[in-house]
């Protein structure tokens, strides 16, 4: 049978660009399509406009720790809509270096929303046509969970706005106790919001060593962020004006000028047209797939946030390279998601690998434990009282490293 085209990919992220690239290069035919804007969560709404919002923020205390090395500052302000205008210009400059990545090794690029309609077809919205393809790969991404259950929650805003707010709250609550909730409390708190961070567990990050979550809980306390535990939202109601009542499980009510929903993510499949073609998908709407990224239907891949694996950047990249190399290579290789480094932009930033300490005596007998936490040099002019910890976790009996925090 002809196809239209040898690969077709659904989704301009990092991961089904690398993908459509790759293959394109090879001399295939490759058609991608993208409704929103390419270069995805990470270039357009998430990685990278978050880390210069966090470099944004961190400019206060640098004018502040300035003194103590014999700088005089003077007067500072901080202007919100030029931090919004400059992070536009930056991420429309890394769009067209995505685009331009894919033209130049000659992937059709489509401006559109686009569905499956079977095991071969892909339905492209703008046109109105179909188009067939000898082997799709599916790298729609995610959305923030928008909380839709709870009473008032269209008061509230997620991730994607958070970086285009017309002004600057003075008042902010963020409900999460996750990387994108941690981040964003960091960032507001460091350009002079009053942040609180409402988490229904009982301490931030889960999933990551106990002694990371308890010492960043501490330091963004003493930065002035209120953090509360064993609580969530009950309802959200309109105040005056533009103001916001956000009611908790424990029976406060809170002003505030924005509500911040950063409770995960969830998989873009429920109008992706899956049930025409026939993939399956898992409880929580997740694309299934096998060792290869491939899904139950012969001629389908998923990459990246839309199968239920590890949410990352690199890994959707990772994923997207072994699928080429298995496909257009004749070299199979599996994605490997064990010991992936992570880094959190928090204030200030973790970075972590391997099992945490209750991880790694749960798989090994014996584990040393090496930890120290100290204020970093540089605060010892600036009179900062921050904390540093660095922790290593040992196999006893091997001396090998199974944990860097």
């Not at 949410?311 to 070299?331: G, K």
């Not at 490997?336 to 972590?352: C, K, N, R, W, Y």
């Not at 040099?377 to 090998?400: C, I, P, W, Y």
Request: charge should be negative.
């Amino acid at each position: 049978m002809a196809f239209d085209f040898d690969l077709f990919v659904i989704g301009g992220g990092s991961g089904g660009v690398r993908a459509a690239r790759r293959v394109g290069a090879l001399g295939k035919k490759v058609g991608i399509a993208e409704e929103s804007r390419y270069g995805g969560t990470c270039v357009i709404r998430g990685c990278v406009p978050k880390k210069l919002y966090v470099y944004a923020s961190t400019f206060s205390e640098s004018f502040e720790d300035a003194e103590g090395y014999g700088w005089s500052v003077g007067e500072t302000s901080f202007d919100w809509p030029t931090l919004v205008a400059n992070k536009e210009t930056e991420i429309t400059r890394l769009e067209g270096l995505y685009r331009k990545g894919l033209e130049s090794n000659n992937v059709e690029v489509f401006d559109t929303r686009a569905e499956l309609r079977g095991p071969n077809e892909v339905w492209l919205k703008n046109e109105d046509r179909i188009v067939t393809a000898e082997r799709i790969v599916v790298a729609v991404g995610g959305t923030p969970n928008r909380h839709e259950d709870l009473e008032g929650h269209d008061l509230g805003i997620v991730s994607d706005a958070a970086f285009d707010l017309e002004k600057l709250p003075e008042k902010i609550i963020i409900a999460g106790g996750g990387y994108i909730a941690v981040e964003f409390a960091g960032i507001f708190n460091g350009l002079g919001v009053d942040t609180t961070l409402l988490y229904r567990g009982p301490e931030i990050l889960r999933g990551f060593d106990d002694d990371v979550r308890q010492l960043l809980h501490a330091e963004y306390e003493n930065r002035g962020i209120k953090i509360i535990t064993d609580q969530v939202f009950a309802k959200i109601e309109k105040g005056e004006g533009d103001k916001r009542i956000a009611h908790l499980s424990g029976g406060d009510a809170l002003e505030v000028d924005q509500v911040f929903f950063a409770l995960g993510r969830v998989p873009l499949t429920d109008t992706l047209g899956l049930q025409y073609a026939g993939v399956k998908t898992d409880d929580q709407g997740y694309i299934e797939v096998n060792e290869y990224s491939r899904t139950n239907v012969e001629s389908i891949w998923a990459l990246g946030d839309v199968t239920n694996r590890v949410q990352l950047t690199p890994v959707a990249i990772h994923e997207a390279m072994c699928f080429v190399a298995t496909e257009y290579r004749d070299d199979p290789q599996k994605p490997d998601h064990d010991l992936i480094a992570t880094a959190v932009f928090s204030h200030p930033e973790i970075g972590t690998v391997g099992l945490t300490e209750e991880q790694a005596g749960k798989e090994y007998g014996r584990v040393e434990v090496y930890k120290a936490i100290f204020r970093p040099m540089k605060h010892t002019l600036s009179g900062r009282s921050d904390r540093m910890l660095m922790k290593l976790l040992v196999d006893a009996e091997s001396q090998r490293v199974v944990g860097a925090h």
